[in-house]
T-cell receptor
């Protein structure tokens, strides 16, 4: 595997389900990010981890819970989501604070 | 005023044309600039990264930054149908924050 990988690529869940999104980066970077991409809106940063510590959290509802067990892996735990949470969820990584961010292919999430 | 403005298009050009994509920004603290290409149902792919005013060239792509006017551009020479995608500008301050501010993206179609 190369670059940034994400699983699953597609996810359909009900409002009462609990699921997790997984991201893995193979670039040796030390920062990882979760973004939300909705139609006709700019990319929205959700969380940033640097050296496995959360450094930014952009007022994201508590139904989204990130986890970064090491510098290569990032998870986004989902529970009791709302239909408006349906979107493309993108993971990215970078080397240091000014480093270019490299994105994974995304998970297309649909909440019924 | 939004921090980053980008014309959403759509922009349609014939194959071989020179394409100009633009973003304007309002925050003079922005220090580094990126352009991403995003194909339908894929994650954004980094095309260009620059942190200084002036031009940076990579193959058929040229990124231009004018910090005095708060204006950035991406030029695509000899455009190809494979260039058909959405192009996103992304700008960061790097000053203690990992956050990038993205434009909404310009959808480009190159017609054979």
């Amino acid at each position: 595997e190369t670059g940034v990988t994400q699983t699953p690529r597609h996810l359909v869940m009900g409002m009462t389900n609990k699921k997790s999104l997984k991201c893995e980066q193979h670039l040796g970077h030390n920062a990882m990010y979760w973004y939300k991409q909705s139609a006709k809106k700019p990319l929205e940063l959700m969380f940033v981890y640097s050296l496995e510590e959360r450094v930014e959290n952009n007022s994201v509802p508590s139904r989204f819970s990130p986890e970064c067990p090491n510098s290569s892996h990032l998870f986004l735990h989902l529970h009791t989501l709302q239909p408006e949470d349906s979107a493309l969820y993108l993971c990215a990584s970078s080397q240091a604070i000014r480093g270019a961010q490299y994105f994974g292919p995304g998970t297309r999430l649909t909440v019924l | 005023q939004k921090e980053v403005e980008q014309d959403p298009g759509p922009l349609s050009v014939p194959e071989g044309a020179i394409v100009s994509l633009n973003c304007t920004y309002s925050n003079s603290a922005f220090q580094y600039f990126m352009w991403y290409r995003q194909y339908s149902r894929k994650g954004p792919e980094l095309l260009m990264y620059t942190y200084s005013s002036g031009n940076k060239e990579d193959g058929r792509f040229t990124a231009q930054v004018d910090k005095s006017s708060k204006y950035i551009s991406l030029f695509i020479r000899d455009s190809q149908p494979s260039d058909s995608a959405t192009y996103l500008c992304a700008i960061g301050t790097g000053a203690g924050s990992y956050q990038l501010t993205f434009g909404k993206g310009t959808k480009l179609s190159v017609i054979p």
